[in-house]
């Protein structure tokens, strides 16, 4: 399956997506994709009834409004330096254990919603990655077997960052990862039997038509499977939470010299199978 879901923000509805651009409504028997939902086996529940109205072909999407395909999530966990070439761009070493830090839950926007410049800021930065949502609590995993169990499903996501709070402001990335629509999420929340192999998806991004970043989950150093397992030895991951992989190289802060997002830039971006994003970069409230 393929969940969306669709509205204005803050009063967003269920849906799934049939075909290339058409869906079925799930709002009369889902709230909302949420921690209650997928903690509570929502995913295996609906399954049939969206085969059942799949099949009537559903209605256009239209230029509805996609919003990010997870409610607002207990917490967003990141990794950091997961790609070997990423790395060397940013003249830092490969990590012998994966790398974590957090992002603000209130960083979730929808894929094609604006990304805010905050206040302050000189060098924002763009991040395609593969995002991971976790579909049943998770705590001490003994195996990578064991972590497939707990993934709800996919999600294509931007970890927007400022490199400037991130880097020169107290060594917290904390500070250059959470301000406000720095989390693009979306368009879908793909289920792994729709995934053939994660560990080989074609990602990349451009930013106002110029090709940025050309990568593939191919190359990360820790896996996913592997990061969810790893993570679950620190910290309980409940229903709906968020796991920011990594990316790529061609980040802005890897450019010589250095290129940072300015207001009216555009970035697009996709993976395979995830569908793709489209933001526009504006100015400072």
């Known amino acids: 399956m393929k969940l969306l879901r669709i509205g204005e ?14 869906i079925v409504d799930l709002s009369d028997v889902v709230d909302d994709i949420d921690e209650a939902f997928l903690g509570s086996g929502g995913l295996e529940r609906i399954a049939p009834i969206v085969a059942e109205r799949a099949a009537g072909g559903g209605e256009p999407l239209g230029d509805r409004r996609i919003g990010s395909p997870i409610a607002r999530p207990h917490q967003i966990i990141c990794v950091g330096l997961n790609y070997s070439d990423h790395a060397a761009e940013t003249g830092q ?27 302050g800021a000189t ?14 609590r998770a705590s ?12 709800a499903g996919w999600v294509l996501v931007n970890d927007v960052s400022e490199r400037a709070f991130q880097m020169e402001r107290g060594g917290q990335w904390l500070k250059g ?13 793909v289920t792994p039997d729709e995934i053939e192999d994660v560990q080989d998806l074609s990602m990349w991004l451009d930013v106002n038509g110029e090709r ?34 990594g990316t790529p190289p061609g980040v802005g802060l890897g450019m010589t010299p250095p290129v940072w997002l300015a207001e009216g830039d555009v970035m697009t971006l996709g993976i395979d199978g995830l569908g793709e994003q489209r933001q526009r970069v504006i100015g400072p409230r």
């Open 9 to 22: 923000p803050g009063h967003e509805k269920p849906a799934a997506l049939v075909g290339e651009d058409r």
């Open 140 to 151: 001490y995993l003994g195996s990578v077997e064991e972590a497939r169990e707990h993934i």
């Open 212 to 245: 940025r970043q050309t990568g593939s989950t191919a190359t990360m150093v820790f896996d996913p499977y592997e990061i969810v397992r790893y993570i679950s030895q620190f910290m309980v991951l409940e229903p709906g939470d968020l796991i920011d992989t």
């Open 177 to 189: 990862k959470s301000a406000e629509t720095f989390n693009p999420t979306g368009p879908w929340l």
């Open 93 to 119: 070493e490969v990590p012998d254990e994966p790398i974590l830090f957090t992002k603000s839950p209130n960083t979730i926007v929808g894929p094609h919603d604006d990304v805010r410049i905050p206040r």
């Open 123 to 136: 060098k924002p930065d763009w991040e395609v990655e593969l995002g991971i949502v976790i579909g049943t």
